[in-house]
């Protein structure tokens, strides 16, 4: 099992604003990394696979980057689509997801 | 179009028992890794175990290794979770999901709506 850490918990934020989330991995995972949004009562959706690689349909944006340990996920110009719970999912070692971060205003 | 539903769930006393199913369909089924996820309430995605396409591995997270058997029929696209002895604290919605994967990198890029299993 490979712990992984969400930062912050909750991120105040407004719409035309950029956000910047982070996930730390207990210990190296490459870039074996991927990203979701999850709003409630419907399925979670992929958004960057691979710490970088958006998902065919995910608005640009949408953007990844980090390796080995810290990885960020950035949401430029914040629409008011995007207030949403962001995970963080390793699949180095078996699979395990971050706490996630919930973006609201 | 992918497509993958989620049945089964329900109320169940501690200490019993109850699969959950997952029907697919719109892909090659028997080519996918497949897992569930959980997601109690108030609380985050927790990933519970996955299957190799073939069925041949499994793998499962610590919490519920022992109770928790993920299994599938590829004759029939479906998936399944036996849950035994069950626990409070395996209140949760239950989500299948379908392993996509771009060379060694995976990622879950379907999900089914969820069903829903209260412990109580």
């Known amino acids: 099992d490979i712990p992984m850490t969400q930062s912050p918990s909750s991120l105040p934020a407004s719409v035309g604003d950029r956000v910047t989330l982070t996930c730390r991995a207990s210990q190296s995972i490459g870039t074996y990394l991927n990203w979701y949004q999850h709003k409630p009562g419907t399925a979670p959706k992929l958004l960057i696979y691979a710490a970088s690689t958006l998902q065919t349909g995910v608005p640009s944006r949408f953007s990844g980057s980090g390796s080995d340990t810290h990885f960020t996920l950035t949401i430029n110009s914040l629409q008011p689509e995007d207030f949403a719970t962001y995970y963080c999912?390793?699949?180095?070692?078996?699979?395990?997801f971050g706490q996630g971060t919930k973006v609201e205003i | 179009e992918v497509r993958l539903v989620e049945s089964g769930g329900g109320l169940v006393q501690p200490g019993g028992s109850l699969r959950v199913a997952c029907a697919a369909s719109g892909f090659t089924f028997s080519t996918h890794w497949m897992s569930w996820v959980r997601q109690a309430p108030g609380q985050g995605l927790e990933w519970v175990a996955n299957i190799k396409p073939d069925g041949s591995e499994a793998y499962y997270v610590d919490s519920v290794k022992g109770r928790f058997t993920i299994s599938r029929d590829n004759a029939k696209n479906s998936l399944y979770l036996q849950m035994n002895s069950l626990r409070a604290e395996d209140t949760a919605v239950y989500y299948c999901a379908r392993e996509g994967h771009y060379s060694n990198w995976y990622y879950f890029d379907w999900w089914g709506q969820g069903t829903l299993v209260p412990v109580s």
């Open positions: 999912q390793q699949v180095s070692r078996a699979r395990s």
